[in-house]
């Protein structure tokens, strides 16, 4: 079965550049159609997308954080990796990868998600 | 930029029916997928491609998507589908992901 789990800090402070890795397993990463994506959500607040990376290395952000994230994947480890540079109080939440599949209609749906990491962003 | 619009919240009685609306501009030429997310958990996919449900989502579970509105329709509620409800679509133009503000959804 698909199982996704996040791992990386709790505390990071202001100005530091975060680093978060999902490590899955029961797919691999270069299957056509296949992703990993990153979502976040503050305390109290929505879910807010961040990044996805494809089986073929193709990657795309939201477009709001694009110039502070970079998704990578490494596929012998059955890992996706995010970074968010420049931390700021305002990044604080739980962030979620999850497990992304291409259908005939749209390009990306998350069936399968990890249970969530809290970051603290705090001097 | 693309933007998915939901009610803050939404509240039903037991046993009735509950919609859920996610508004955007042309959004019936879109695919549209919910996810269901309970206090603590993460989020869980009840349907995608506008109306289809994964294995193991109830029949109580169904959605439409037509020109300007999709809806998700949760009939015989129950406790336990008290949630956060999220739309998702891809944006053809961005070429990018977009997820709707969510959906409190209440059982009285």
């Known amino acids: 079965q698909i199982t996704l789990k996040e791992s990386g800090p709790t505390l990071v402070k202001p100005t530091q550049t975060l680093t978060l890795t999902c490590t899955f397993s029961?797919?691999?990463?270069?299957?056509?159609?296949?992703?990993v994506a990153w979502i976040r959500q503050p305390p109290g607040k929505a879910l807010e997308w961040l990044a996805l990376?494809?089986?073929?290395?193709?990657?795309r952000y939201s477009p709001s954080l694009k110039s502070r994230l970079t998704i990578t994947k490494d596929t012998s480890k059955n890992q996706a990796v995010l970074t968010v540079t420049n931390v700021d109080p305002v990044d604080t939440g739980t962030y979620f990868c999850?497990?992304?599949?291409?259908?005939?209609?749209?390009?990306?749906?998350?069936?399968?998600w990890g249970q969530g990491t809290l970051v603290t962003v705090s001097s | 930029s693309y933007v998915l619009t939901q009610p803050p919240s939404v509240s039903v009685a037991p046993g009735k029916t509950a919609r859920v609306t996610c508004g955007g501009n042309k959004i019936g030429s879109k695919s549209v997928h919910w996810y269901q997310q309970k206090p603590g958990q993460a989020p869980v996919l009840v349907v995608f491609d506008d109306s289809d449900r994964p294995s193991g989502i109830p029949e109580r579970f169904s959605a439409s998507n037509s020109v300007n509105t999709a809806t998700l329709t949760i009939s015989r509620v129950e406790a336990g589908d008290e949630a956060d409800y999220y739309c998702q679509v891809w944006d053809t133009i961005l070429d990018h992901l977009v997820l709707g503000g969510g959906t409190k959804l209440t059982v009285l």
């Open positions: 999850a497990h992304s599949r291409g259908t005939s209609l749209s390009p990306a749906v998350f069936d399968y």
């Open positions: 029961g797919f691999s990463l270069t299957s056509s159609g296949v992703g």
């Open positions: 990376i494809f089986w073929d290395d193709d990657k």
